[in-house]
């Protein structure tokens, strides 16, 4: 563990690396994230999870017990106000490597369709980890890795698999052996429509819906029953639906 | 409808009147509050709420066909923001009577009992008028009538009933004829188990869960079942109960 040294400049290289991975592109392409505070730098290193470096104020302590088989770099706080891209940031940052995206498996899952809102994403992720479901994201979702969305997912990241589908949602479904079943605001089936094999369920954005693809990937639609008039939240319908498939 | 004067000032009394809304103190003692955005504020006039003025930028054009008893005031951006509080408020915003609060009704009831974070209680708010539930609030939760609450509800404020338990959560429950019914993360019995009358859902707090006054309020807890050291989102966890009880 190294704490020799405080970084007190916001033009430090590794404070600049660190800070550029806000943008999506950055992500990608060097296959790092930030994660932001305590709480979900905890629970990374409780899953085990490999993390490049964690940056901390001087006097940040560490908690007695933790195995921490990383560098902790302490910083000041414009410093790790430059990192984090908010003003006083709780706690440590920590730059993680992002997991390869695998194919599909045979298993419970829910593919986001289109939802763009990085809330909504992450509550879907944490859910998807508590009842067991894989999560499967298509391009025009926000990135599942965005540093937003892990704090909402709080944690849930660590603990079930995130594929991307870059060809059609089709065909993943397919190749993976999952049955397709569109969530739809109005018109579909009801939940307990039978149907062969485990559920893939596509979840559209809120303002959309499903786009065309994703509705091609389903076999079958259907529609949570509510009032005349009313909506539920993307991140609410989709859970609803895991907790009535799990 | 009177368009004729562009508010230009920031500190125009009617301006500075409508922007103190963002303060709670404010809306309680005046029984106002706002409604941001083209979205809400047509939900609300489509509900046939009363609203007191809508300020709107000076070519901002009302839609044909939309009713609107009600004066919309120019403005120039700078005022708007003023009001929004916040940068390029998206349209028009409204200044809304916070309608009574009524007693419960024997009706199937959500309560919210400390839940603070105003994304949470706007989508169970949003939930609750989804599923035919009324809320009801504990003074330890987020206002209800706060900006944001209302923006994450999406319009259910206008669809349902909300009232303030100021008194203990387990008087009113009794009086209106409920069954409290508590959820907890841990250890609590099947969301199946049987009970007599209808359902007042008790959701705590994610970071603190229920206190003891909202626990009293309980003749149940139940706990929705999930992997082994995984949580769910306050907002999440209480549309799943209010799905499973509608």
Not at 76 to 92: D, K, M, Y
Not at 152 to 176: K, L
């Amino acid at each position: 563990v190294n704490r020799g040294q405080v970084i007190t400049s916001r033009r430090n290289p590794q404070v600049v690396a660190a800070a550029g991975l806000h943008q999506v592109s950055e992500r990608r392409e060097r296959r790092l994230t930030l994660l932001e505070g305590p709480h979900l730098v905890g629970e990374a290193i409780a899953a085990g999870i490999r993390l490049e470096v964690v940056f901390a104020l001087a006097d940040t302590e560490i908690p007695p017990g933790s195995r921490l088989p990383l560098d902790i770099v302490s910083v000041t706080e414009p410093v790790l106000e430059r990192i984090a891209g908010t003003r006083s940031p709780s706690g440590p940052i920590a730059v993680m490597e992002i997991p390869p995206s695998l194919p599909l498996a045979n298993q419970p899952t829910v593919v986001l369709c289109g939802v763009a809102d990085p809330g909504n994403s992450g509550t879907l992720i944490r859910t998807a980890a508590a009842f067991g479901y894989q999560v499967a994201v298509t391009p025009g979702s926000a990135d599942p890795w965005a540093p937003k969305v892990l704090r909402a997912a709080a944690g849930g990241h660590f603990r079930t698999q995130i594929s991307r589908i870059d060809q059609s949602p089709a065909e993943a479904i397919a190749r993976a052996g999952l049955t397709g079943i569109a969530l739809v605001v109005h018109g579909g089936d009801a939940l307990d429509l039978p149907f062969d094999g485990l559920p893939a369920l596509l979840v559209g954005s809120e303002a959309h819906g499903l786009d065309a693809e994703c509705f091609a990937a389903a076999s079958h639609r259907v529609t949570i029953p509510m009032a005349a008039g009313e909506s539920l939240n993307a991140a609410v319908s989709g859970a609803i639906a895991m907790y009535h498939y799990r």
